[in-house]
Every structure is written in structure tokens, then in C-alpha cells.
Nanobody
């Protein structure tokens, strides 16, 4: 099983980034996929997740209205569009896959670093 995240980088406050995570080694279509993040010295935080049927989407309050999650099952890929970025969004972002939006993920990727700074 692999979850390969990309798209991180350095961006100024107010800017945008799109993270991409490509999965392999499991039946992507049947899994809830999402993103967690961890900033230096802080606990890991769930950012967003999307169910297999796209019928359920959850966002952390801290990113609502700024981030959008989507998935392309044909490409085994999940995206996180991040707009109006703030310095407090700086973190390592990891993509995940699991059986339900109500359970902890089963699979974790290595992550991509997002730094928001002027």
C-alpha cells in the first residue's frame, strides 16, 4: 500500500496550493480518503476527509470555507485545494485512507510539507 502526497511548498499568506495524493495497493474506490496535518510542537489534526461515494465530506473548523477536498476514483487520487492560506496552516500534510469517516484511518502516507510565510 502506498499513499504518495505531493504539491507542498512555500507560499505567502493569502496564497493557494493544491495537494495531490495518489494511492496504490488497495481498492481506492471503496475507501474514505482524507488529509491530516501536524505542525511543529502541535498535535496531529484531521483536516478533511471524503467518503467513497463522495456523499460525506468533513472539514476541520479551522479550514472550513478555505479548503476543498475532492477525489478522482479513476485515477486513485485525492486532492486538497487550499486557498487563503494562513501561517497557522504550516504543517506536514499526510493523506490517509480508511473504512469510514467515523474511524481512524487504516493507511497513512508520508506527507508533504506546507509552509506559509512571508
Amino acid at each position: 500500500v502506498q499513499l504518495q502526497a505531493s504539491g507542498g511548498g512555500l507560499v505567502q499568506p493569502g496564497g493557494s496550493l493544491r495537494l495531490t495524493c495518489t494511492a496504490s495497493g488497495f481498492s481506492f474506490y471503496y475507501y474514505t480518503v482524507g488529509w491530516f496535518r501536524q505542525a511543529p510542537g502541535k498535535e496531529r489534526e484531521g483536516v478533511s476527509c471524503i467518503s467513497s461515494s463522495e456523499g460525506s465530506i468533513i472539514y476541520a473548523d479551522s479550514v472550513k470555507g478555505r479548503f476543498t477536498i475532492s477525489r478522482d476514483n479513476a485515477k486513485n487520487t485525492v486532492y486538497l485545494q487550499m486557498n487563503s492560506l494562513k501561517p497557522e496552516d504550516t504543517a506536514l500534510y499526510c493523506c490517509t485512507a480508511g473504512s469510514s469517516i467515523y474511524r481512524s484511518p487504516t493507511y497513512w502516507g508520508q506527507g508533504t510539507l506546507v509552509t506559509v510565510s512571508s
